[in-house]
């Protein structure tokens, strides 16, 4: 029962997500190239390194001086939707940029570079469809490692060959809610020198039955967290509702690293699996960065 249990909590967050519980990002033609605020959002095309897929789709929010200052770099979050999401959810769902220019007018956030790439894995070229958001279940189900495998090479270097960014693990961090924690997780893990700043909102630490046959990624957990904390993240922060149905796990989770001797954060809120509380969640994370 004990094995079984894992799978069924996945079982319940599908019909929770299948229920409308995360809501859709628009199709990636809507995204506008220009964003009203203080900061300039782009969207960019990169080639994919993943079988039988040309290209995929990140939404970058820079800086408003990134243009006027031609001589300055700047640290990147890389922030990861969850199930029925794609690389806009974040924007339509939580007003993350809204918020991050008031954390910046109010001194309480650094200067970074915001991406927000499309986490879904796509069966083909076809399949892709400009990036649509995929059925819940389909999302959980096939999160197995192909698209965490190529992210470093694919998203990480290209971000850093488009822009001025601190090309160091001292200035990279990464985030996710729900199935995008997950995958924040086991990629941090599995490229221990690639993220200083780790943030998992709502999270899961059981990887689906699709990756199984995919342990490069999503294998030997606690094996690969031994090395990413021999030199221990600057942050690493877990946060969850006690309302969550992931709750109970993550504090058996948080118990384990605390045991082992991990740093990390372990920040408790009320209510549940819900867009108020990854909102609020982002908010706290982005005071934590690059300090």
Not at 171 to 176: D, E, F, K, N, T
Request: hydrophobic content about 40%.
């Amino acid at each position: 029962m004990r094995k079984l249990l894992p799978l069924l909590l996945v079982a319940v967050l599908a019909c929770s997500c299948s229920a409308a519980r995360y809501a859709r990002g628009p199709k990636t033609e809507e995204i506008p190239v220009r964003y009203g605020g203080k900061g300039i959002l782009e969207a960019v095309n990169y080639p994919s390194g993943e079988s039988d897929l040309d290209h995929r789709r990140m939404v970058v929010y820079l800086p408003e001086d990134y243009y006027r200052d031609s001589l300055r770099r700047y640290p990147v979050l890389y922030l990861f939707h969850g199930a029925r999401g794609n690389e806009v959810t974040w924007i339509d769902s939580a007003s993350v940029l809204h918020a991050l220019d008031s954390l910046r007018g109010e001194g309480k956030a650094r200067d970074f570079i915001l991406v927000m790439p499309n986490m879904n894995n796509y069966f083909g070229q076809r399949d892709y469809k400009d990036g649509h958001a995929v059925n819940a279940v389909r999302a959980f189900w096939s999160v197995d490692g192909e698209v965490e495998r190529h992210f470093v090479q694919d998203v990480v270097m290209r971000v850093d060959s488009l822009y001025r960014t601190v090309r160091a693990k001292s200035g990279r961090a990464v985030a996710g809610m729900s199935s995008g924690a997950l995958q924040a997780l086991y990629l941090s893990a599995t490229y221990p020198d690639a993220f200083d700043y780790v943030g998992l909102f709502s999270p899961y630490a059981y990887n689906s039955v699709a990756a199984i046959n995919h342990e490069d990624i999503y294998g030997a957990l606690w094996r690969k967290l031994r090395r990413q904390f021999a030199v221990p993240p600057r942050s690493y922060s877990i946060y969850i509702g006690r309302t969550d149905f992931f709750y109970p796990h993550m504090v058996l989770f948080d118990k384990r690293l605390t045991r082992k001797g991990y740093p990390h954060r372990f920040v408790l809120a009320e209510g549940g699996h819900e867009w108020y509380n990854w909102s609020d969640f982002y908010t706290d994370f982005c005071q934590q960065l690059f300090q």
